[in-house]
């Protein structure tokens, strides 16, 4: 099995709150991973750390075997859904996509066009992104993280605050990212979602990312 993603022995904290202790973890080329955590545990932490929007304070990640924070600062082929990602709020969904397709310059429009209705989003809708749902924002974020046929997709929450239709919507694309063979990351608070998507999930828990398992689980769902 080719490794994607490799932490060796990684810590991170924020002042005197640790986040993650001597932290060691592999991901394999074509898993699909879920981590689940409290609120505050350092899920997005994690996904920022494996996209170099922050450094580690010690320990390594290594990306395709390059090293972040040496060998790239960002990781190649990558697609990410983060937090709430910056648009440009008067411009409609095609046009925020259009310009951030334009810094690697490897898409044109019909591949937006045909991401973009994939995720369930219509090119040709030109309302502005400030009057987009929830939903509607969570599409295109996701539409961004996979336009440039990114072989790592990390996507944080890619179910938060949806109703039923536009998740299920959701499921769908990530099946297919799944069913493409790229190497999927996500965090969800929805365990049953992860159940469906996911061949491992772990579980970040007292600074440390472990396997979710019964017991583990029966603790988490306690909190």
């Given at each position: 099995m080719e490794t994607v993603i490799?932490?060796?022995?990684?810590?991170?904290?924020?002042?005197?709150?640790?986040?993650?202790?001597?932290?060691?973890?592999?991901?394999?080329?074509?898993?699909?991973?879920?981590?689940?955590?409290?609120?505050?545990?350092?899920k997005s932490v994690l996904f920022q750390l494996l996209t170099g929007l922050l450094p580690a304070d010690s320990g390594q990640i290594r990306i395709n075997g390059d090293l972040l924070g040496k060998d790239r600062d960002f990781?190649?082929?990558?697609?990410?859904?983060?937090?709430?990602?910056?648009?440009?709020?008067?411009?409609?969904?095609?046009?925020n996509l259009q310009l951030l397709a334009a810094i690697k310059n490897t898409i044109g429009d019909e591949e937006i066009r045909k991401t973009m209705a994939m995720v369930g989003l219509d090119d040709r809708d030109r309302t502005p992104v400030k009057k987009y749902?929830?939903?509607?924002?969570?599409?295109?974020?996701?539409?961004?993280?996979?336009?440039?046929?990114?072989?790592?997709?990390?996507?944080?929450?890619?179910?938060n605050a949806l109703d039923y239709q536009t998740n299920r919507e959701i499921m769908e694309v990530l099946q297919t990212i799944r069913q493409e063979g790229k190497t999927l990351l996500l965090t969800s608070h929805q365990q049953d979602y992860l159940d469906k998507l996911c061949?491992?999930?772990?579980?970040?828990h007292e600074h440390k990312i472990l396997p979710f398992t019964k017991d583990l689980q029966d603790q988490y769902f306690r909190q």
């Open positions: 490799e932490l060796s022995k990684v810590s991170k904290k924020f002042g005197d709150k640790v986040i993650y202790d001597q932290v060691s973890l592999k991901i394999q080329k074509g898993e699909t991973v879920g981590f689940v955590g409290s609120n505050g545990s350092g990781p190649d082929q990558t697609g990410a859904l983060i937090n709430h990602p910056g648009y440009i709020d008067f411009a409609s969904g095609f046009k749902s929830m939903g509607m924002k969570q599409k295109l974020g996701i539409a961004q993280a996979i336009m440039e046929n990114q072989q790592l997709i990390i996507l944080d929450e890619p179910f061949d491992t999930i772990y579980c970040i």
